[in-house]
Each structure stands twice: as C-alpha cells, then as structure tokens.
Nanobody, 126 residues
Framework: QVQLVETGGGSVQPGGSLRLSCAASGDSSSKDCMGWFRQAPGKEREGVAAVVYIGVRATYYADSVKGRFIISQDNAKNTMYLQMNNVKPDDTAMYYC??????????????????WGQGTQVTVSS
C-alpha cells in the first residue's frame, strides 16, 4: 500500500512557475514508477510526466509540456516533484500524483497506476 499527498498547487500568471510536490509513504517498490497526471473540467485525465526505474531511471513527458516541465525525485525525502515553468492557461487543471508497483505498460495510461493522491489544483490566469 502506498499513500500519496500532493502539495504546491495554486494560482499563477501565464509565463510563471510553480513546483508541485508528492510525498509518498508505504511500499517502497511502488515508488520506482511514478507519474503526474492532470484533469481539466470536462476533459479526460491525461499523463503529464513520469519517472520509470528499470535498472536505469528514465523520464517521460507529454508533448504539451516537454521543455517546460521537469519531473524529479528525492529518494531521501520520498518525494517526487513537478517543476512547472512558463505555464500556460491550458495547464489549468487538477494535478494528481500516481504510483504503480510494476513498470509495465505505457506511462501515460492512468489505468496502469494503482495508487493516487487526492490532487492539487493549478490555475493559470492573468
């Protein structure tokens, strides 16, 4: 079992920056494959970024955030981060942290994740 708690959401102007955090506790094996998802009103949940560790660590990003967002982990703090730079109004959504015990399947498919946080709201507006 894994517990995930997101923090760091809020309101930010276009072009600004925000850092989301996801504190994880519980089964350590589920922390090898974690991701950030987001869901805007009326839209499906979509994968934003993920870290996958199968011998070596790899990171993945949705095309819409590539070059602007950075996903990272601090294993000593059991925390995953999402650094959001140059944010745009289209980034407005509820952001969720997710984890899964086996790194199989596409990182951007929400059904492949077993554990979810409660979400943190990000609003980009001038």
């Amino acid at each position: 079992q894994v517990q995930l708690v997101e923090t760091g959401g809020g309101s930010v102007q276009p072009g600004g920056s925000l850092r989301l955090s996801c504190a994880a506790s519980g089964d350590s094996s589920s922390k090898d494959c974690m991701g950030w998802f987001r869901q805007a009103p009326g839209k499906e949940r979509e994968g934003v970024a993920a870290v996958v560790y199968i011998g070596v660590r790899a990171t993945y990003y949705a095309d819409s955030v590539k070059g602007r967002f950075i996903i990272s982990q601090d294993n000593a703090k059991n925390t995953m981060y999402l650094q959001m730079n140059n944010v745009k109004p289209d980034d407005t959504a509820m952001y969720y942290c997710a984890a899964r015990p086996w790194c199989h399947g596409s990182w951007y498919v929400s059904a492949n994740y077993n554990y979810w946080g409660q979400g943190t709201q990000v609003t980009v507006s001038s």
